[in-house]
């Protein structure tokens, strides 16, 4: 592996401000970012991505690369789910393995701005198409995840998930695309497909020169959440936490070698291996609150942001270009 990529993502300022929101935990810092504010930076941060890939799309021809594409993240997106439930199943009950399952399956927005803004530090272009895919994948895994629930009796008798009408499998996909993060870089995308270069380049500054920085407090702000999670969550086992390191080591490096079968650009198939590697801790997580209420937060809320988040931003991101770039199939 190239070890000065490792090194550089490991002094990226953004994780440097990740690990300093852990620190202040730590320390017992009275360091924080306001409710309202870290909501905007959120907003903002899926705002810019959004945009940005509809601007990309724009320029785009259709063809059959991006249908490929498309399909190659959905199906990522609704096996990923079975296999890590038959391994989580072993060790955890049902509920809990069928809504870790559902966060992994599915994918974190935020990891995969930070991967945009790690490949424009490489100089890797990437296709608008693939905002879309990262959209369109958020439901599927959580649909699986539901459906493998059923399917071992994860439920009390007479509370049948698929017979419930507030937890119907269109209620949860009603709620997966209706979901704030979804929706808002869905309408950007398209936002930003339909303005033309002339029209965008008067909020580029917005959308573009400062994206950096808010990513940085937004991380930072994720690093505090981390922290206060971190004790509770190793109190339940070894099981999770070696989960939550290995299994998007490995989704992602079956999605690197993998995607070369749909596409050839590097910072596509980067994306797809990031996509397939990270796991939500804010969609799912709504979802799952709703339609497996018995699955604890405390499991699988830490395993996607406590763990699973910074090994991606730090081992995952170079391993897995690493993997791209000298892995052929």
């Known amino acids: 592996m190239n070890f000065d990529l490792l090194i550089s993502n490991l002094g990226n300022p953004a994780f440097l401000f990740f690990l300093l929101g852990i620190l202040a935990v730590k320390f017992k810092s009275d360091l924080e970012i306001p409710a309202n504010s870290s909501k905007f930076i959120s907003i903002y ?27 190659f993240g959905l199906l990522l997106s609704l096996l990923i789910p079975f296999y890590s439930f038959f391994i989580l199943k072993k060790k ?14 599915s994918v974190s927005a935020v990891t995969f701005v930070t991967a945009v803004s790690y490949l424009e530090s490489q100089k890797l272009y990437w296709d608008g198409h693939m905002v879309a895919i990262m959209a369109i994948m958020e439901s ?4 699986s995840g539901l459906i493998l629930a059923t399917l071992y009796n994860g439920f009390n008798k007479g509370n049948s998930l698929l017979d419930s009408k507030s937890t119907s499998l269109l209620s949860v996909v009603r709620h997966s695309l209706t979901n704030g993060s979804v929706f808002l ?26 994206f950096k920085g808010f990513l940085a407090i937004f991380l930072l702000d994720m690093g505090i959440s981390s922290g206060r999670k971190l004790k509770d969550f190793v109190t339940n086992g070894w099981f999770p ?34 996509l397939a590697a990270s796991a939500s801790y804010i969609a ?23 763990v699973t988040f910074p090994i991606n931003i ?16």
């Open 45 to 71: 941060l899926l705002f810019s991505i959004g945009f940005k890939g509809g601007q990309h799309l724009s320029h785009e021809h259709f063809s059959f690369e991006i249908v490929w594409s498309m399909i």
């Open 92 to 105: 955890l009950n049902v509920y809990d393995s069928a809504a870790i399952a559902a966060a992994y399956g």
């Open 140 to 143: 599927p895994a959580i649909i």
């Open 185 to 210: 870089i869905i309408g950007s995308l398209v936002i930003g497909f339909l303005v033309n270069a002339k029209q965008a380049e008067g909020i580029k500054p917005f959308t573009n020169d400062i």
């Open 241 to 274: 936490i070696a989960f939550a390191c290995i299994i998007p080591l490995v989704n992602g490096a079956l999605a690197a070698m993998l995607s070369s079968l749909v596409t050839d650009e590097i910072g596509n198939r980067f994306l797809f291996s990031i």
């Open 284 to 306: 799912v997580p709504a979802a799952i609150k709703i339609a497996i209420p018995q699955a604890n937060p405390g499991i699988y809320l830490p395993m996607a942001l406590v």
């Open 314 to 329: 730090t081992i995952g991101m170079p391993f897995y270009l690493y993997i791209i770039e000298n892995v052929k199939l």
